[in-house]
């Protein structure tokens, strides 16, 4: 079985402070990818990135990176210089190579004062 | 564009219904899911397809079906509304990469319902 935590329900900052996501996971699988989506008020969820269990690199896109550890199952996101426009639900996912199964987290909520 | 449709954002029924949750995507992705969204549950996989036809049951199937007739639509059946049925549904398609896993999900905007 694998396992995807959020421990963080809800999150609250002011604009222009940094802010991270936590994500944890659980696999027995050797192989698998990680994801983070956005599901801002309208309900839609967008994919942001997309990580195999091979590539341990860090990314960053703009305001955006993200650190994946393999160590300790983790995949975190952080938001640098926060804008009110981040504010959304933020779900990290786990999906696995056999039959494709995605398992989400329970998503944090994220609001972005001004 | 990918492009997801659900037929309706809002919806309410009444208990013992039969109800229809139309998903229709727009580029020819072979992977389709439906999920149900509820606080603090996040989203869980009720059912999923991987071609015309074909049907493979998610985490939380008991309640549902599913019909995939034609590529681009994945229609969820409720056979008989209950209460606790009353939560958020979204559709999702994918390509079918030929690598497992690696495929990037296309949401639609969700259908809410509310079973009385």
């Known amino acids: 079985a694998q396992k995807v935590t959020q421990a963080q329900t809800e999150i609250s900052v002011v604009e222009k402070e940094d802010v991270t996501l936590d994500c944890v996971y659980e696999t027995r699988d050797t192989t698998y990818y990680l994801f983070w989506y956005k599901q801002p008020p309208s309900g839609e969820l967008v994919f942001l990135i997309r990580r195999n269990s091979f590539d341990e690199q860090n990314e960053i896109s703009g305001r955006y990176s993200w650190n994946f550890q393999k160590s300790t199952s983790s995949f975190n996101f952080t938001i640098t210089a926060s804008q009110v426009v981040d504010s959304a639900v933020y779900f990290c996912a786990l999906t696995n190579t056999n039959a494709g199964k995605s398992t989400f987290g329970d998503g944090t909520t994220l609001t972005v004062k001004p | ?116």
């Open chain 2, 1 to 116: 564009d990918v492009k997801v449709t659900q037929s309706s954002r809002y919806l309410v029924k009444r208990t013992g219904e039969k109800v229809f949750l139309e998903c229709v995507q727009d580029m020819d992705h072979e992977n389709m899911f439906w999920y149900r969204q509820d606080p603090g549950l996040g989203l869980r996989l009720i059912y999923f397809s991987y071609d015309v036809k074909m049907k493979e049951k998610g985490d939380i199937p008991e309640g549902y079906s599913v019909s995939r007739e034609k590529k681009e639509r994945f229609s969820l059946i409720l056979e008989s509304a209950s209460t606790n049925q009353t939560s958020m549904y979204l559709c999702a398609s994918s390509f079918n990469s030929g690598r497992v896993g690696q495929e990037t999900q296309y949401f639609g905007p969700g259908t809410r319902l509310l079973v009385l």
